[in-house]
């Protein structure tokens, strides 16, 4: 009798796992591999897969007793025992969900011994170590994962990372039966990792996928993480789950109403009965809000709480009211009118006409002047949006007005808040600024700039868009053009062209539906506008078409986050103002 042997057992089990990965990453590359993964892949889908994503490790999880253990893991499997390791964010929360433990109780670590290919490519097996000391209450978890192999995966890492390839492969894997499945952001090596499951009983033996992008790419994780995964479960339980999306809707802007985030943080659990005595709430049907909340993730339960206690999540605190780039106006926008029109939106899709318009009697617009609280928060929920602006101050049309010698100006046409125009004008010190708004958004931008010291440079002009200022360097026309029909784009962009300078450029931020129909945030856009502004969402061809009618060409486009993208025109036919200022 001893009481080592199952930690011995378990031991040489994991040893001949490792061992076995290793030899995987040696023997393979991926060009070979992904048709494995992805039964049916080839053609030029094989070829922009392979030319784009260079195989990289085999994953897999460990359950050393301590680091002693894992180095002596590695020594055996030829593999480095000094390899330096740093936190597994991403496996340590996946297991916490799993396995309803608190994360701060998992300590993965995550280490990548060199191993070389046929050719003498660098590779790596990633191990994914967790601690299980014994008699520590984790075996259970060990034992449970060696079964499943939920963590074993390959790797393949994107040579050049920018967001719109990342999309472009990301779509292609899911045309050929690639199912996301989670994934996040590690600020400890600065790396995005975006997981997909494979069609059932690959030839490889490995189900699962990754794609790993350095830099933060959270806008497409996103994405990736809300895009509907229908084959991974019953088509009625899919089904359900998208016809009681409305009720989430509605929690999450009660919660934000009722000033739930601001009465919470993430570090402290409150019990529901002393958040009903803060909030003048039913405790029952608190709790029972909470309990939902906690099943969409902006809360987390605290089990260590005698009585039923909640924590608010990183998601939940967007909906603070004093947290930066704060998410409460939208969900208080589209749980309140919003989601009233979009009970007819039947109206909508028989007529073509706004459901809005129907439900209230007059177009969005004149409905939210006559209301000049809900005329700010509707402001207010536009700035929510505002990190897709985060990108527009480098943008090089923006940059080469910043170094041509003199003052150039930047013209903000229907500046909402004046949140872009500061961002740019803070950016770079010598340009100036002019806004052109209603009286009351001017106000509030007047507001904001100064706020933000940069109102100095800053004119504000109270109008229309036929009262466009003429003489500036850059135009900018933001989240505009979507809220109307081609005629009223056609007649806003002539407005623009006649009082541009043959210099100057326009950028146009939208977000374009995609060519190729892939997920994306615009066609749920496309949506909400016709139900309440009656405008729409267009393809990148569609602008350029609506452009070239006002006497504009488009130059090309860049996204932005948040699925958005800037459109840069300028005059026809006029040469390159960024070309001759350099």
């Not at 591999?33 to 999880?61: E, Q, S, T, V």
């Not at 969409?296 to 909906?319: I, N, Y």
């Amino acid at each position: 009798m001893t009481t080592t042997l199952p930690d011995e057992t378990m031991l040489l089990d994991d040893t001949a796992r490792l061992r076995a990965a290793a030899e995987f990453v040696r023997e393979h590359d991926s060009a070979a591999l992904l048709p494995l993964l992805l039964p049916g892949l080839g053609g030029p889908d094989l070829r922009a897969l392979a030319g784009h994503c260079r195989f990289a490790h085999a994953g897999l999880l460990l359950f050393p007793p301590d680091a002693d253990g894992l180095r002596a893991q590695l020594a055996d499997c030829g593999l480095a025992p000094d390899t330096p390791s740093h936190p597994s964010v991403v496996v340590r929360e996946r297991l916490a969900r799993r396995h309803r433990r608190d994360p701060a109780e998992l300590d993965v670590r995550i280490l990548r011994p060199q191993v070389h290919g046929c050719a003498g490519e660098r590779r790596a097996v990633e191990v994914f170590a967790l601690t299980v000391p014994p008699h520590s209450g984790l075996e259970r978890i060990a034992a449970y994962e060696r079964t499943r192999r939920h963590e074993a995966h390959l790797a393949f890492e994107i040579e050049h990372s920018d967001p719109l390839a990342l999309r472009g492969l990301c779509a292609i894997l899911v045309r050929h039966g690639a199912r996301p499945d989670g994934g996040g952001y590690n600020p400890h090596e600065d790396g995005t990792v975006l997981y997909f499951t494979t069609p059932a009983d690959p030839a490889c033996g490995y189900q699962r996928l990754e794609l790993y992008a350095r830099g933060d790419h959270r806008a497409a994780l996103a994405a990736h993480l809300d895009h509907p995964v229908s084959s991974a479960r019953p088509s009625a339980e899919t089904l359900l789950q998208l016809l009681t999306g409305a009720w989430t809707t509605q929690a999450l802007a009660v919660f934000a109403r009722l000033g739930l985030p601001d009465a919470m943080d993430t570090r402290t659990a409150h019990s529901a009965e002393d958040l009903a005595l803060l909030t003048g709430t039913h405790p029952r049907g608190l709790a029972t809000l909470l309990r939902y909340l906690a099943m969409v993730g902006a809360v987390t339960p605290a089990p260590e709480q005698e009585q039923e206690g909640f924590r608010l999540t990183e998601l939940g605190a967007l909906l603070r009211a004093d947290a930066p780039g704060s998410m409460r106006p939208l969900a208080l926008m589209y749980g309140g009118p919003f989601y009233c029109s979009f009970g007819e939106l039947d109206h909508a899709v028989r007529t073509g006409q706004p459901a809005f318009d129907r439900l209230f009697g007059e177009n969005h617009f004149d409905h939210f002047a006559r209301d000049p609280e809900l005329a700010a928060l509707f402001d207010r929920s536009m700035a929510a949006s505002s990190r897709m602006f985060q990108p527009l101050p480098d943008h090089p049309v923006v940059t080469a007005a910043a170094e041509a010698p003199g003052s150039a100006t930047v013209v903000d046409v229907a500046g909402g808040n004046g949140e872009l125009l500061g961002r740019i004008l803070t950016a770079h010190p010598r340009l100036r600024g002019v806004l052109l708004e209603r009286p009351h958004a001017v106000e509030a931008a007047r507001h904001l700039l100064d706020a933000a010291g940069c109102g100095a440079r800053c004119d504000y002009r109270a109008g229309d868009f036929a009262d466009v200022p003429p003489g500036g360097d850059v135009y900018v026309l933001s989240r505009v053009l979507h809220d109307w029909d081609d005629d009223r784009c056609r007649e806003i962009l002539r407005h623009l062209a006649g009082a541009m300078p043959a210099h100057a450029d326009l950028l146009i931020v939208e977000r374009l539906l995609p060519a190729d129909g892939s997920p994306s945030l615009a066609t749920a856009w496309d949506l909400h506008m016709l139900c309440n502004v009656g405008g729409r969402e267009r393809r990148a061809d569609h602008y350029a078409r609506l452009l070239a009618d006002a006497g504009l060409q488009l130059v090309g486009h860049s996204p932005l986050p948040l699925d958005a993208h800037v459109l840069h025109a300028r005059r026809a036919s006029v040469p390159d103002p960024t070309a001759r200022r350099s």
